[in-house]
């Protein structure tokens, strides 16, 4: 008998026959989860408290943070102290001296400070929009995860409820041939079928071991997820709302023209008041002079200076709107086919539950026979195997969906 199929999100529809009681009835839809189980919500914020994206974005709204305090400040720059002496100790030594102290303020030019302000701004909301996509982005992991482990546990539960229906074959089989009603080459049989059975069961659970430790390492918890197919009434009237990804890359769009208008204002040095205190001693013998004056320094703004700055910032500008621009098409079209997806899912699920239905009654059927001795050992694991086979796609179509519906939220920008 071939072992069932990976990814199955839910233990094997069609129950189990332990030793002589068959019982091919329907299993629940839903994934088995331990009752310490956790929403994805839950495991969502875990996973985020410990994500690397959640420093990120901490660090780029402490940067944004700072950028608008140095944007606000009364000066373009930090002021500056100036010390100047002069003496001729080292040449005629006739006891002249100057002194200097000044204080220089660089300042804002015209519309220059609400420029950065603005920028500033933008950077800050850029921060909040990049945070919001990042916890998107995890949201996506937590949810993949999720349903990887889902799947891992039905796939284990689903073996090892196949194992135990072959021991109970096999047991049947055996006291038949000691009852010399079946031939040893039978019981042959339903032993390898057996132990094939256990193999599988072994690797399945080798998965689900990797599957928790994914887990556990993603979220920091032991709890399994409660993870539960969506109703299919409704599943694609969900709401929508502007993509976190789609207000990033317009927040990107919006920080470029900023920066670009704040380069475009400052299109030289700032230009640098100072106050300064003299005094000038003549000689020795000879009365000081002091005074105090005021200065201005304005540099002036040159194609080598600017020309490289505003070549940048349009750059920049340019890329933030072509990357808004395709991938608001890109988005488009992923949403496209997430509503497709889900809506195809839940048709095939109806067949695929009918078709299993059908199959798990001919094998109890064919079970019922065997034990009148009507039917071959061989027809009966081929009936059960069907059938195995048949709620094993159940279960991966009851799986698609659960997918299916969760890729739709996260196409459609949708946190746990």
């Known amino acids: 008998m071939k072992p069932v199929p990976w990814f199955v999100s839910c233990a094997f529809a069609g129950s189990v026959l332990i030793g002589a009681a068959p019982a091919f009835a329907q299993a629940p839809a839903s994934s088995s989860v331990s009752p310490a ?43 500056a102290v100036e010390l100047n002496h002069l003496n001729d100790r080292l040449h005629s030594n006739a006891g002249r001296r100057e002194t200097e102290v000044g204080l220089v303020w660089p300042l804002w030019l015209p519309g ?39 799947a891992a546990q039905a796939e284990a539960a689903s073996l090892a409820a196949q194992a135990r229906y072959l021991q109970g074959i096999a047991e049947d089989v055996q006291r038949r041939v000691k009852a010399g009603d079946l031939a040893r080459a039978d019981a042959l049989a339903a032993r390898a079928e057996l132990l094939e059975a256990k193999s599988a069961q072994g690797e399945a659970d080798q998965r689900l071991q990797a599957a928790r430790a994914q887990w556990q390492t993603l ?68 009365a000081s002079q002091r005074g105090i004056g005021i200065g201005l320094r304005i540099p002036f703004g040159t194609d080598s200076r600017n020309a490289p700055l505003q070549a940048a910032a349009m750059g920049e500008l340019d890329v933030a709107e072509a990357t808004e621009q395709r ?24 067949a695929t539950r009918d078709r299993a239905a059908l199959l798990r009654e001919r094998a109890q059927l064919i079970d019922a026979s065997f034990k009148a001795g009507e039917t071959s050992l061989p027809e009966l694991l081929r009936a059960a195997n069907a059938a195995a086979q048949a709620d094993a796609a159940l279960a991966r179509q009851q799986a698609a969906l659960g997918l299916a519906h969760a890729q739709l939220q996260q196409a459609l920008g949708l946190l746990p």
């Open 37 to 79: 189980g956790v929403t994805i919500g839950h495991a969502f914020e875990a996973a985020w408290q410990r994500a690397v994206q959640a420093r990120e974005s901490n660090a780029q709204a402490q940067r944004a943070r700072a950028e608008q305090t140095a944007a606000s400040s009364l000066w373009a720059a930090p002021p």
């Open 219 to 286: 979220t920091g918890l032991a709890a399994t997820p409660q993870v539960t197919p969506p109703p299919q009434a409704g599943l694609s009237d969900m709401p929508t709302q502007e993509h976190p990804e789609l207000r990033l890359a317009a927040q990107a769009v919006e920080r470029a023209r900023k920066r670009l208008d704040s380069v475009n204002l400052s299109r030289r040095d700032p230009p640098e008041l100072s106050v300064k205190y003299r005094e000038e001693s003549p000689g020795f013998g000879e």
């Open 112 to 150: 220059q400070r609400d420029a950065r302000v603005a920028a500033a701004n933008a950077e800050s909301k850029l921060a909040d929009a990049a945070t919001q996509a990042a916890r998107l982005r995890v949201a996506g992991q937590v949810r993949e995860a999720a349903w990887k482990l889902s």
């Open 327 to 350: 991938l608001r098409e890109q988005q488009d079209a992923d949403l496209a086919l997430a509503r497709s997806s889900l809506q195809r899912a839940a048709q095939q699920l109806d």
